[in-house]
């Protein structure tokens, strides 16, 4: 059955959803989401022939051709403008989800909704979509198997205050400012952890002598923060 990941990640779409799954692999998310509503339709995107083939085989054997569609590309290049309304893109680096949206915002800025789950370096996606004035809607983080997962949720049009405060937005940008709020069982175990190992770099970077003082002071504010 799926992973509890990709059942978070399906959670946030609505009924009769219209959407691309950019980087879908096997397109077990899409073939969920269209399992369980049939209504739904999904557009699976992969740059890659292997999991291509294997989205295709995925989509054959649940017989779900009529509501999945599967397109071999790079990032949202195979979709065409208004021809969905949710996107997801799961599993991948931040930087790669950013780069992916930001090559084509025609595609990207105009769904509804954008359902983003950054193995790491959620903070330059959340950068992304403030910057793009695409509001945050949304954060979860969750442990599975021993690995930690983040779930962020945004929205083109909606009624929602901005999450972040002028004070507080450098901070909550780098932990997420939901996330930062609930500080869950995953979000202190995950910064725990980066403490301990950012504790481990500032030390081998002073015995070093390394001279990036700003470097060096960055990641102390960090560490206080993690502290915190
Ligand atoms: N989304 C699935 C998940 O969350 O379980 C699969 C994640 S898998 C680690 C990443 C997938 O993204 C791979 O199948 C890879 O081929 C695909 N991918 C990477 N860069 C891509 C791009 N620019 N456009 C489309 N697919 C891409």
Not at 87 to 112: H, R
Not at 128 to 152: C, F, K, R, S, T
Not at 197 to 205: A, D, F, P, S, Y
Request: net charge negative; charged share 30%.
């Amino acid at each position: 059955s799926l992973s509890n990941r990709l059942k978070k990640v399906a959670s946030y779409l609505p009924e009769n959803a219209n959407f691309a799954d950019i980087g879908s692999d096997h397109a077990y998310l899409a073939a969920y989401v269209c399992q369980n509503d049939p209504n739904a339709k999904a557009i699976a995107g992969e740059v890659n022939v292997g999991p291509l083939n294997s989205a295709k085989d995925t989509i054959n054997e649940y017989g779900l051709e009529n509501q999945i569609e599967v397109r071999l590309g790079d990032g949202l290049e195979v979709i065409r403008p208004g021809e969905v309304n949710q996107i997801v893109i799961a599993g991948m680096g931040g930087s790669l989800i950013t780069s992916i949206l930001n090559k084509q915002k025609n595609i990207s800025l105009e769904v509804d909704r954008m359902i983003l789950q950054p193995n790491v370096d959620a903070k330059e996606l959340r950068e992304w979509l403030d910057d793009q004035n695409y509001m945050l809607i949304m954060e979860e983080i969750i442990e599975e198997q021993g690995h930690i997962y983040e779930i962020l949720v945004a929205e083109k049009c909606n009624s929602h205050q901005s999450p972040y405060s002028d004070l507080e937005k450098e901070k909550q940008l780098y932990f997420g400012p939901y996330l930062l709020q609930d500080r869950n069982d995953a979000f202190m175990k995950k910064w725990g952890g980066e403490r301990d190992k950012l504790t481990r770099v500032v030390e081998q970077m002073k015995q070093a002598r390394q001279m990036d003082r700003d470097k060096i002071d960055q990641f102390i504010n960090e560490l206080d923060w993690m502290q915190e």
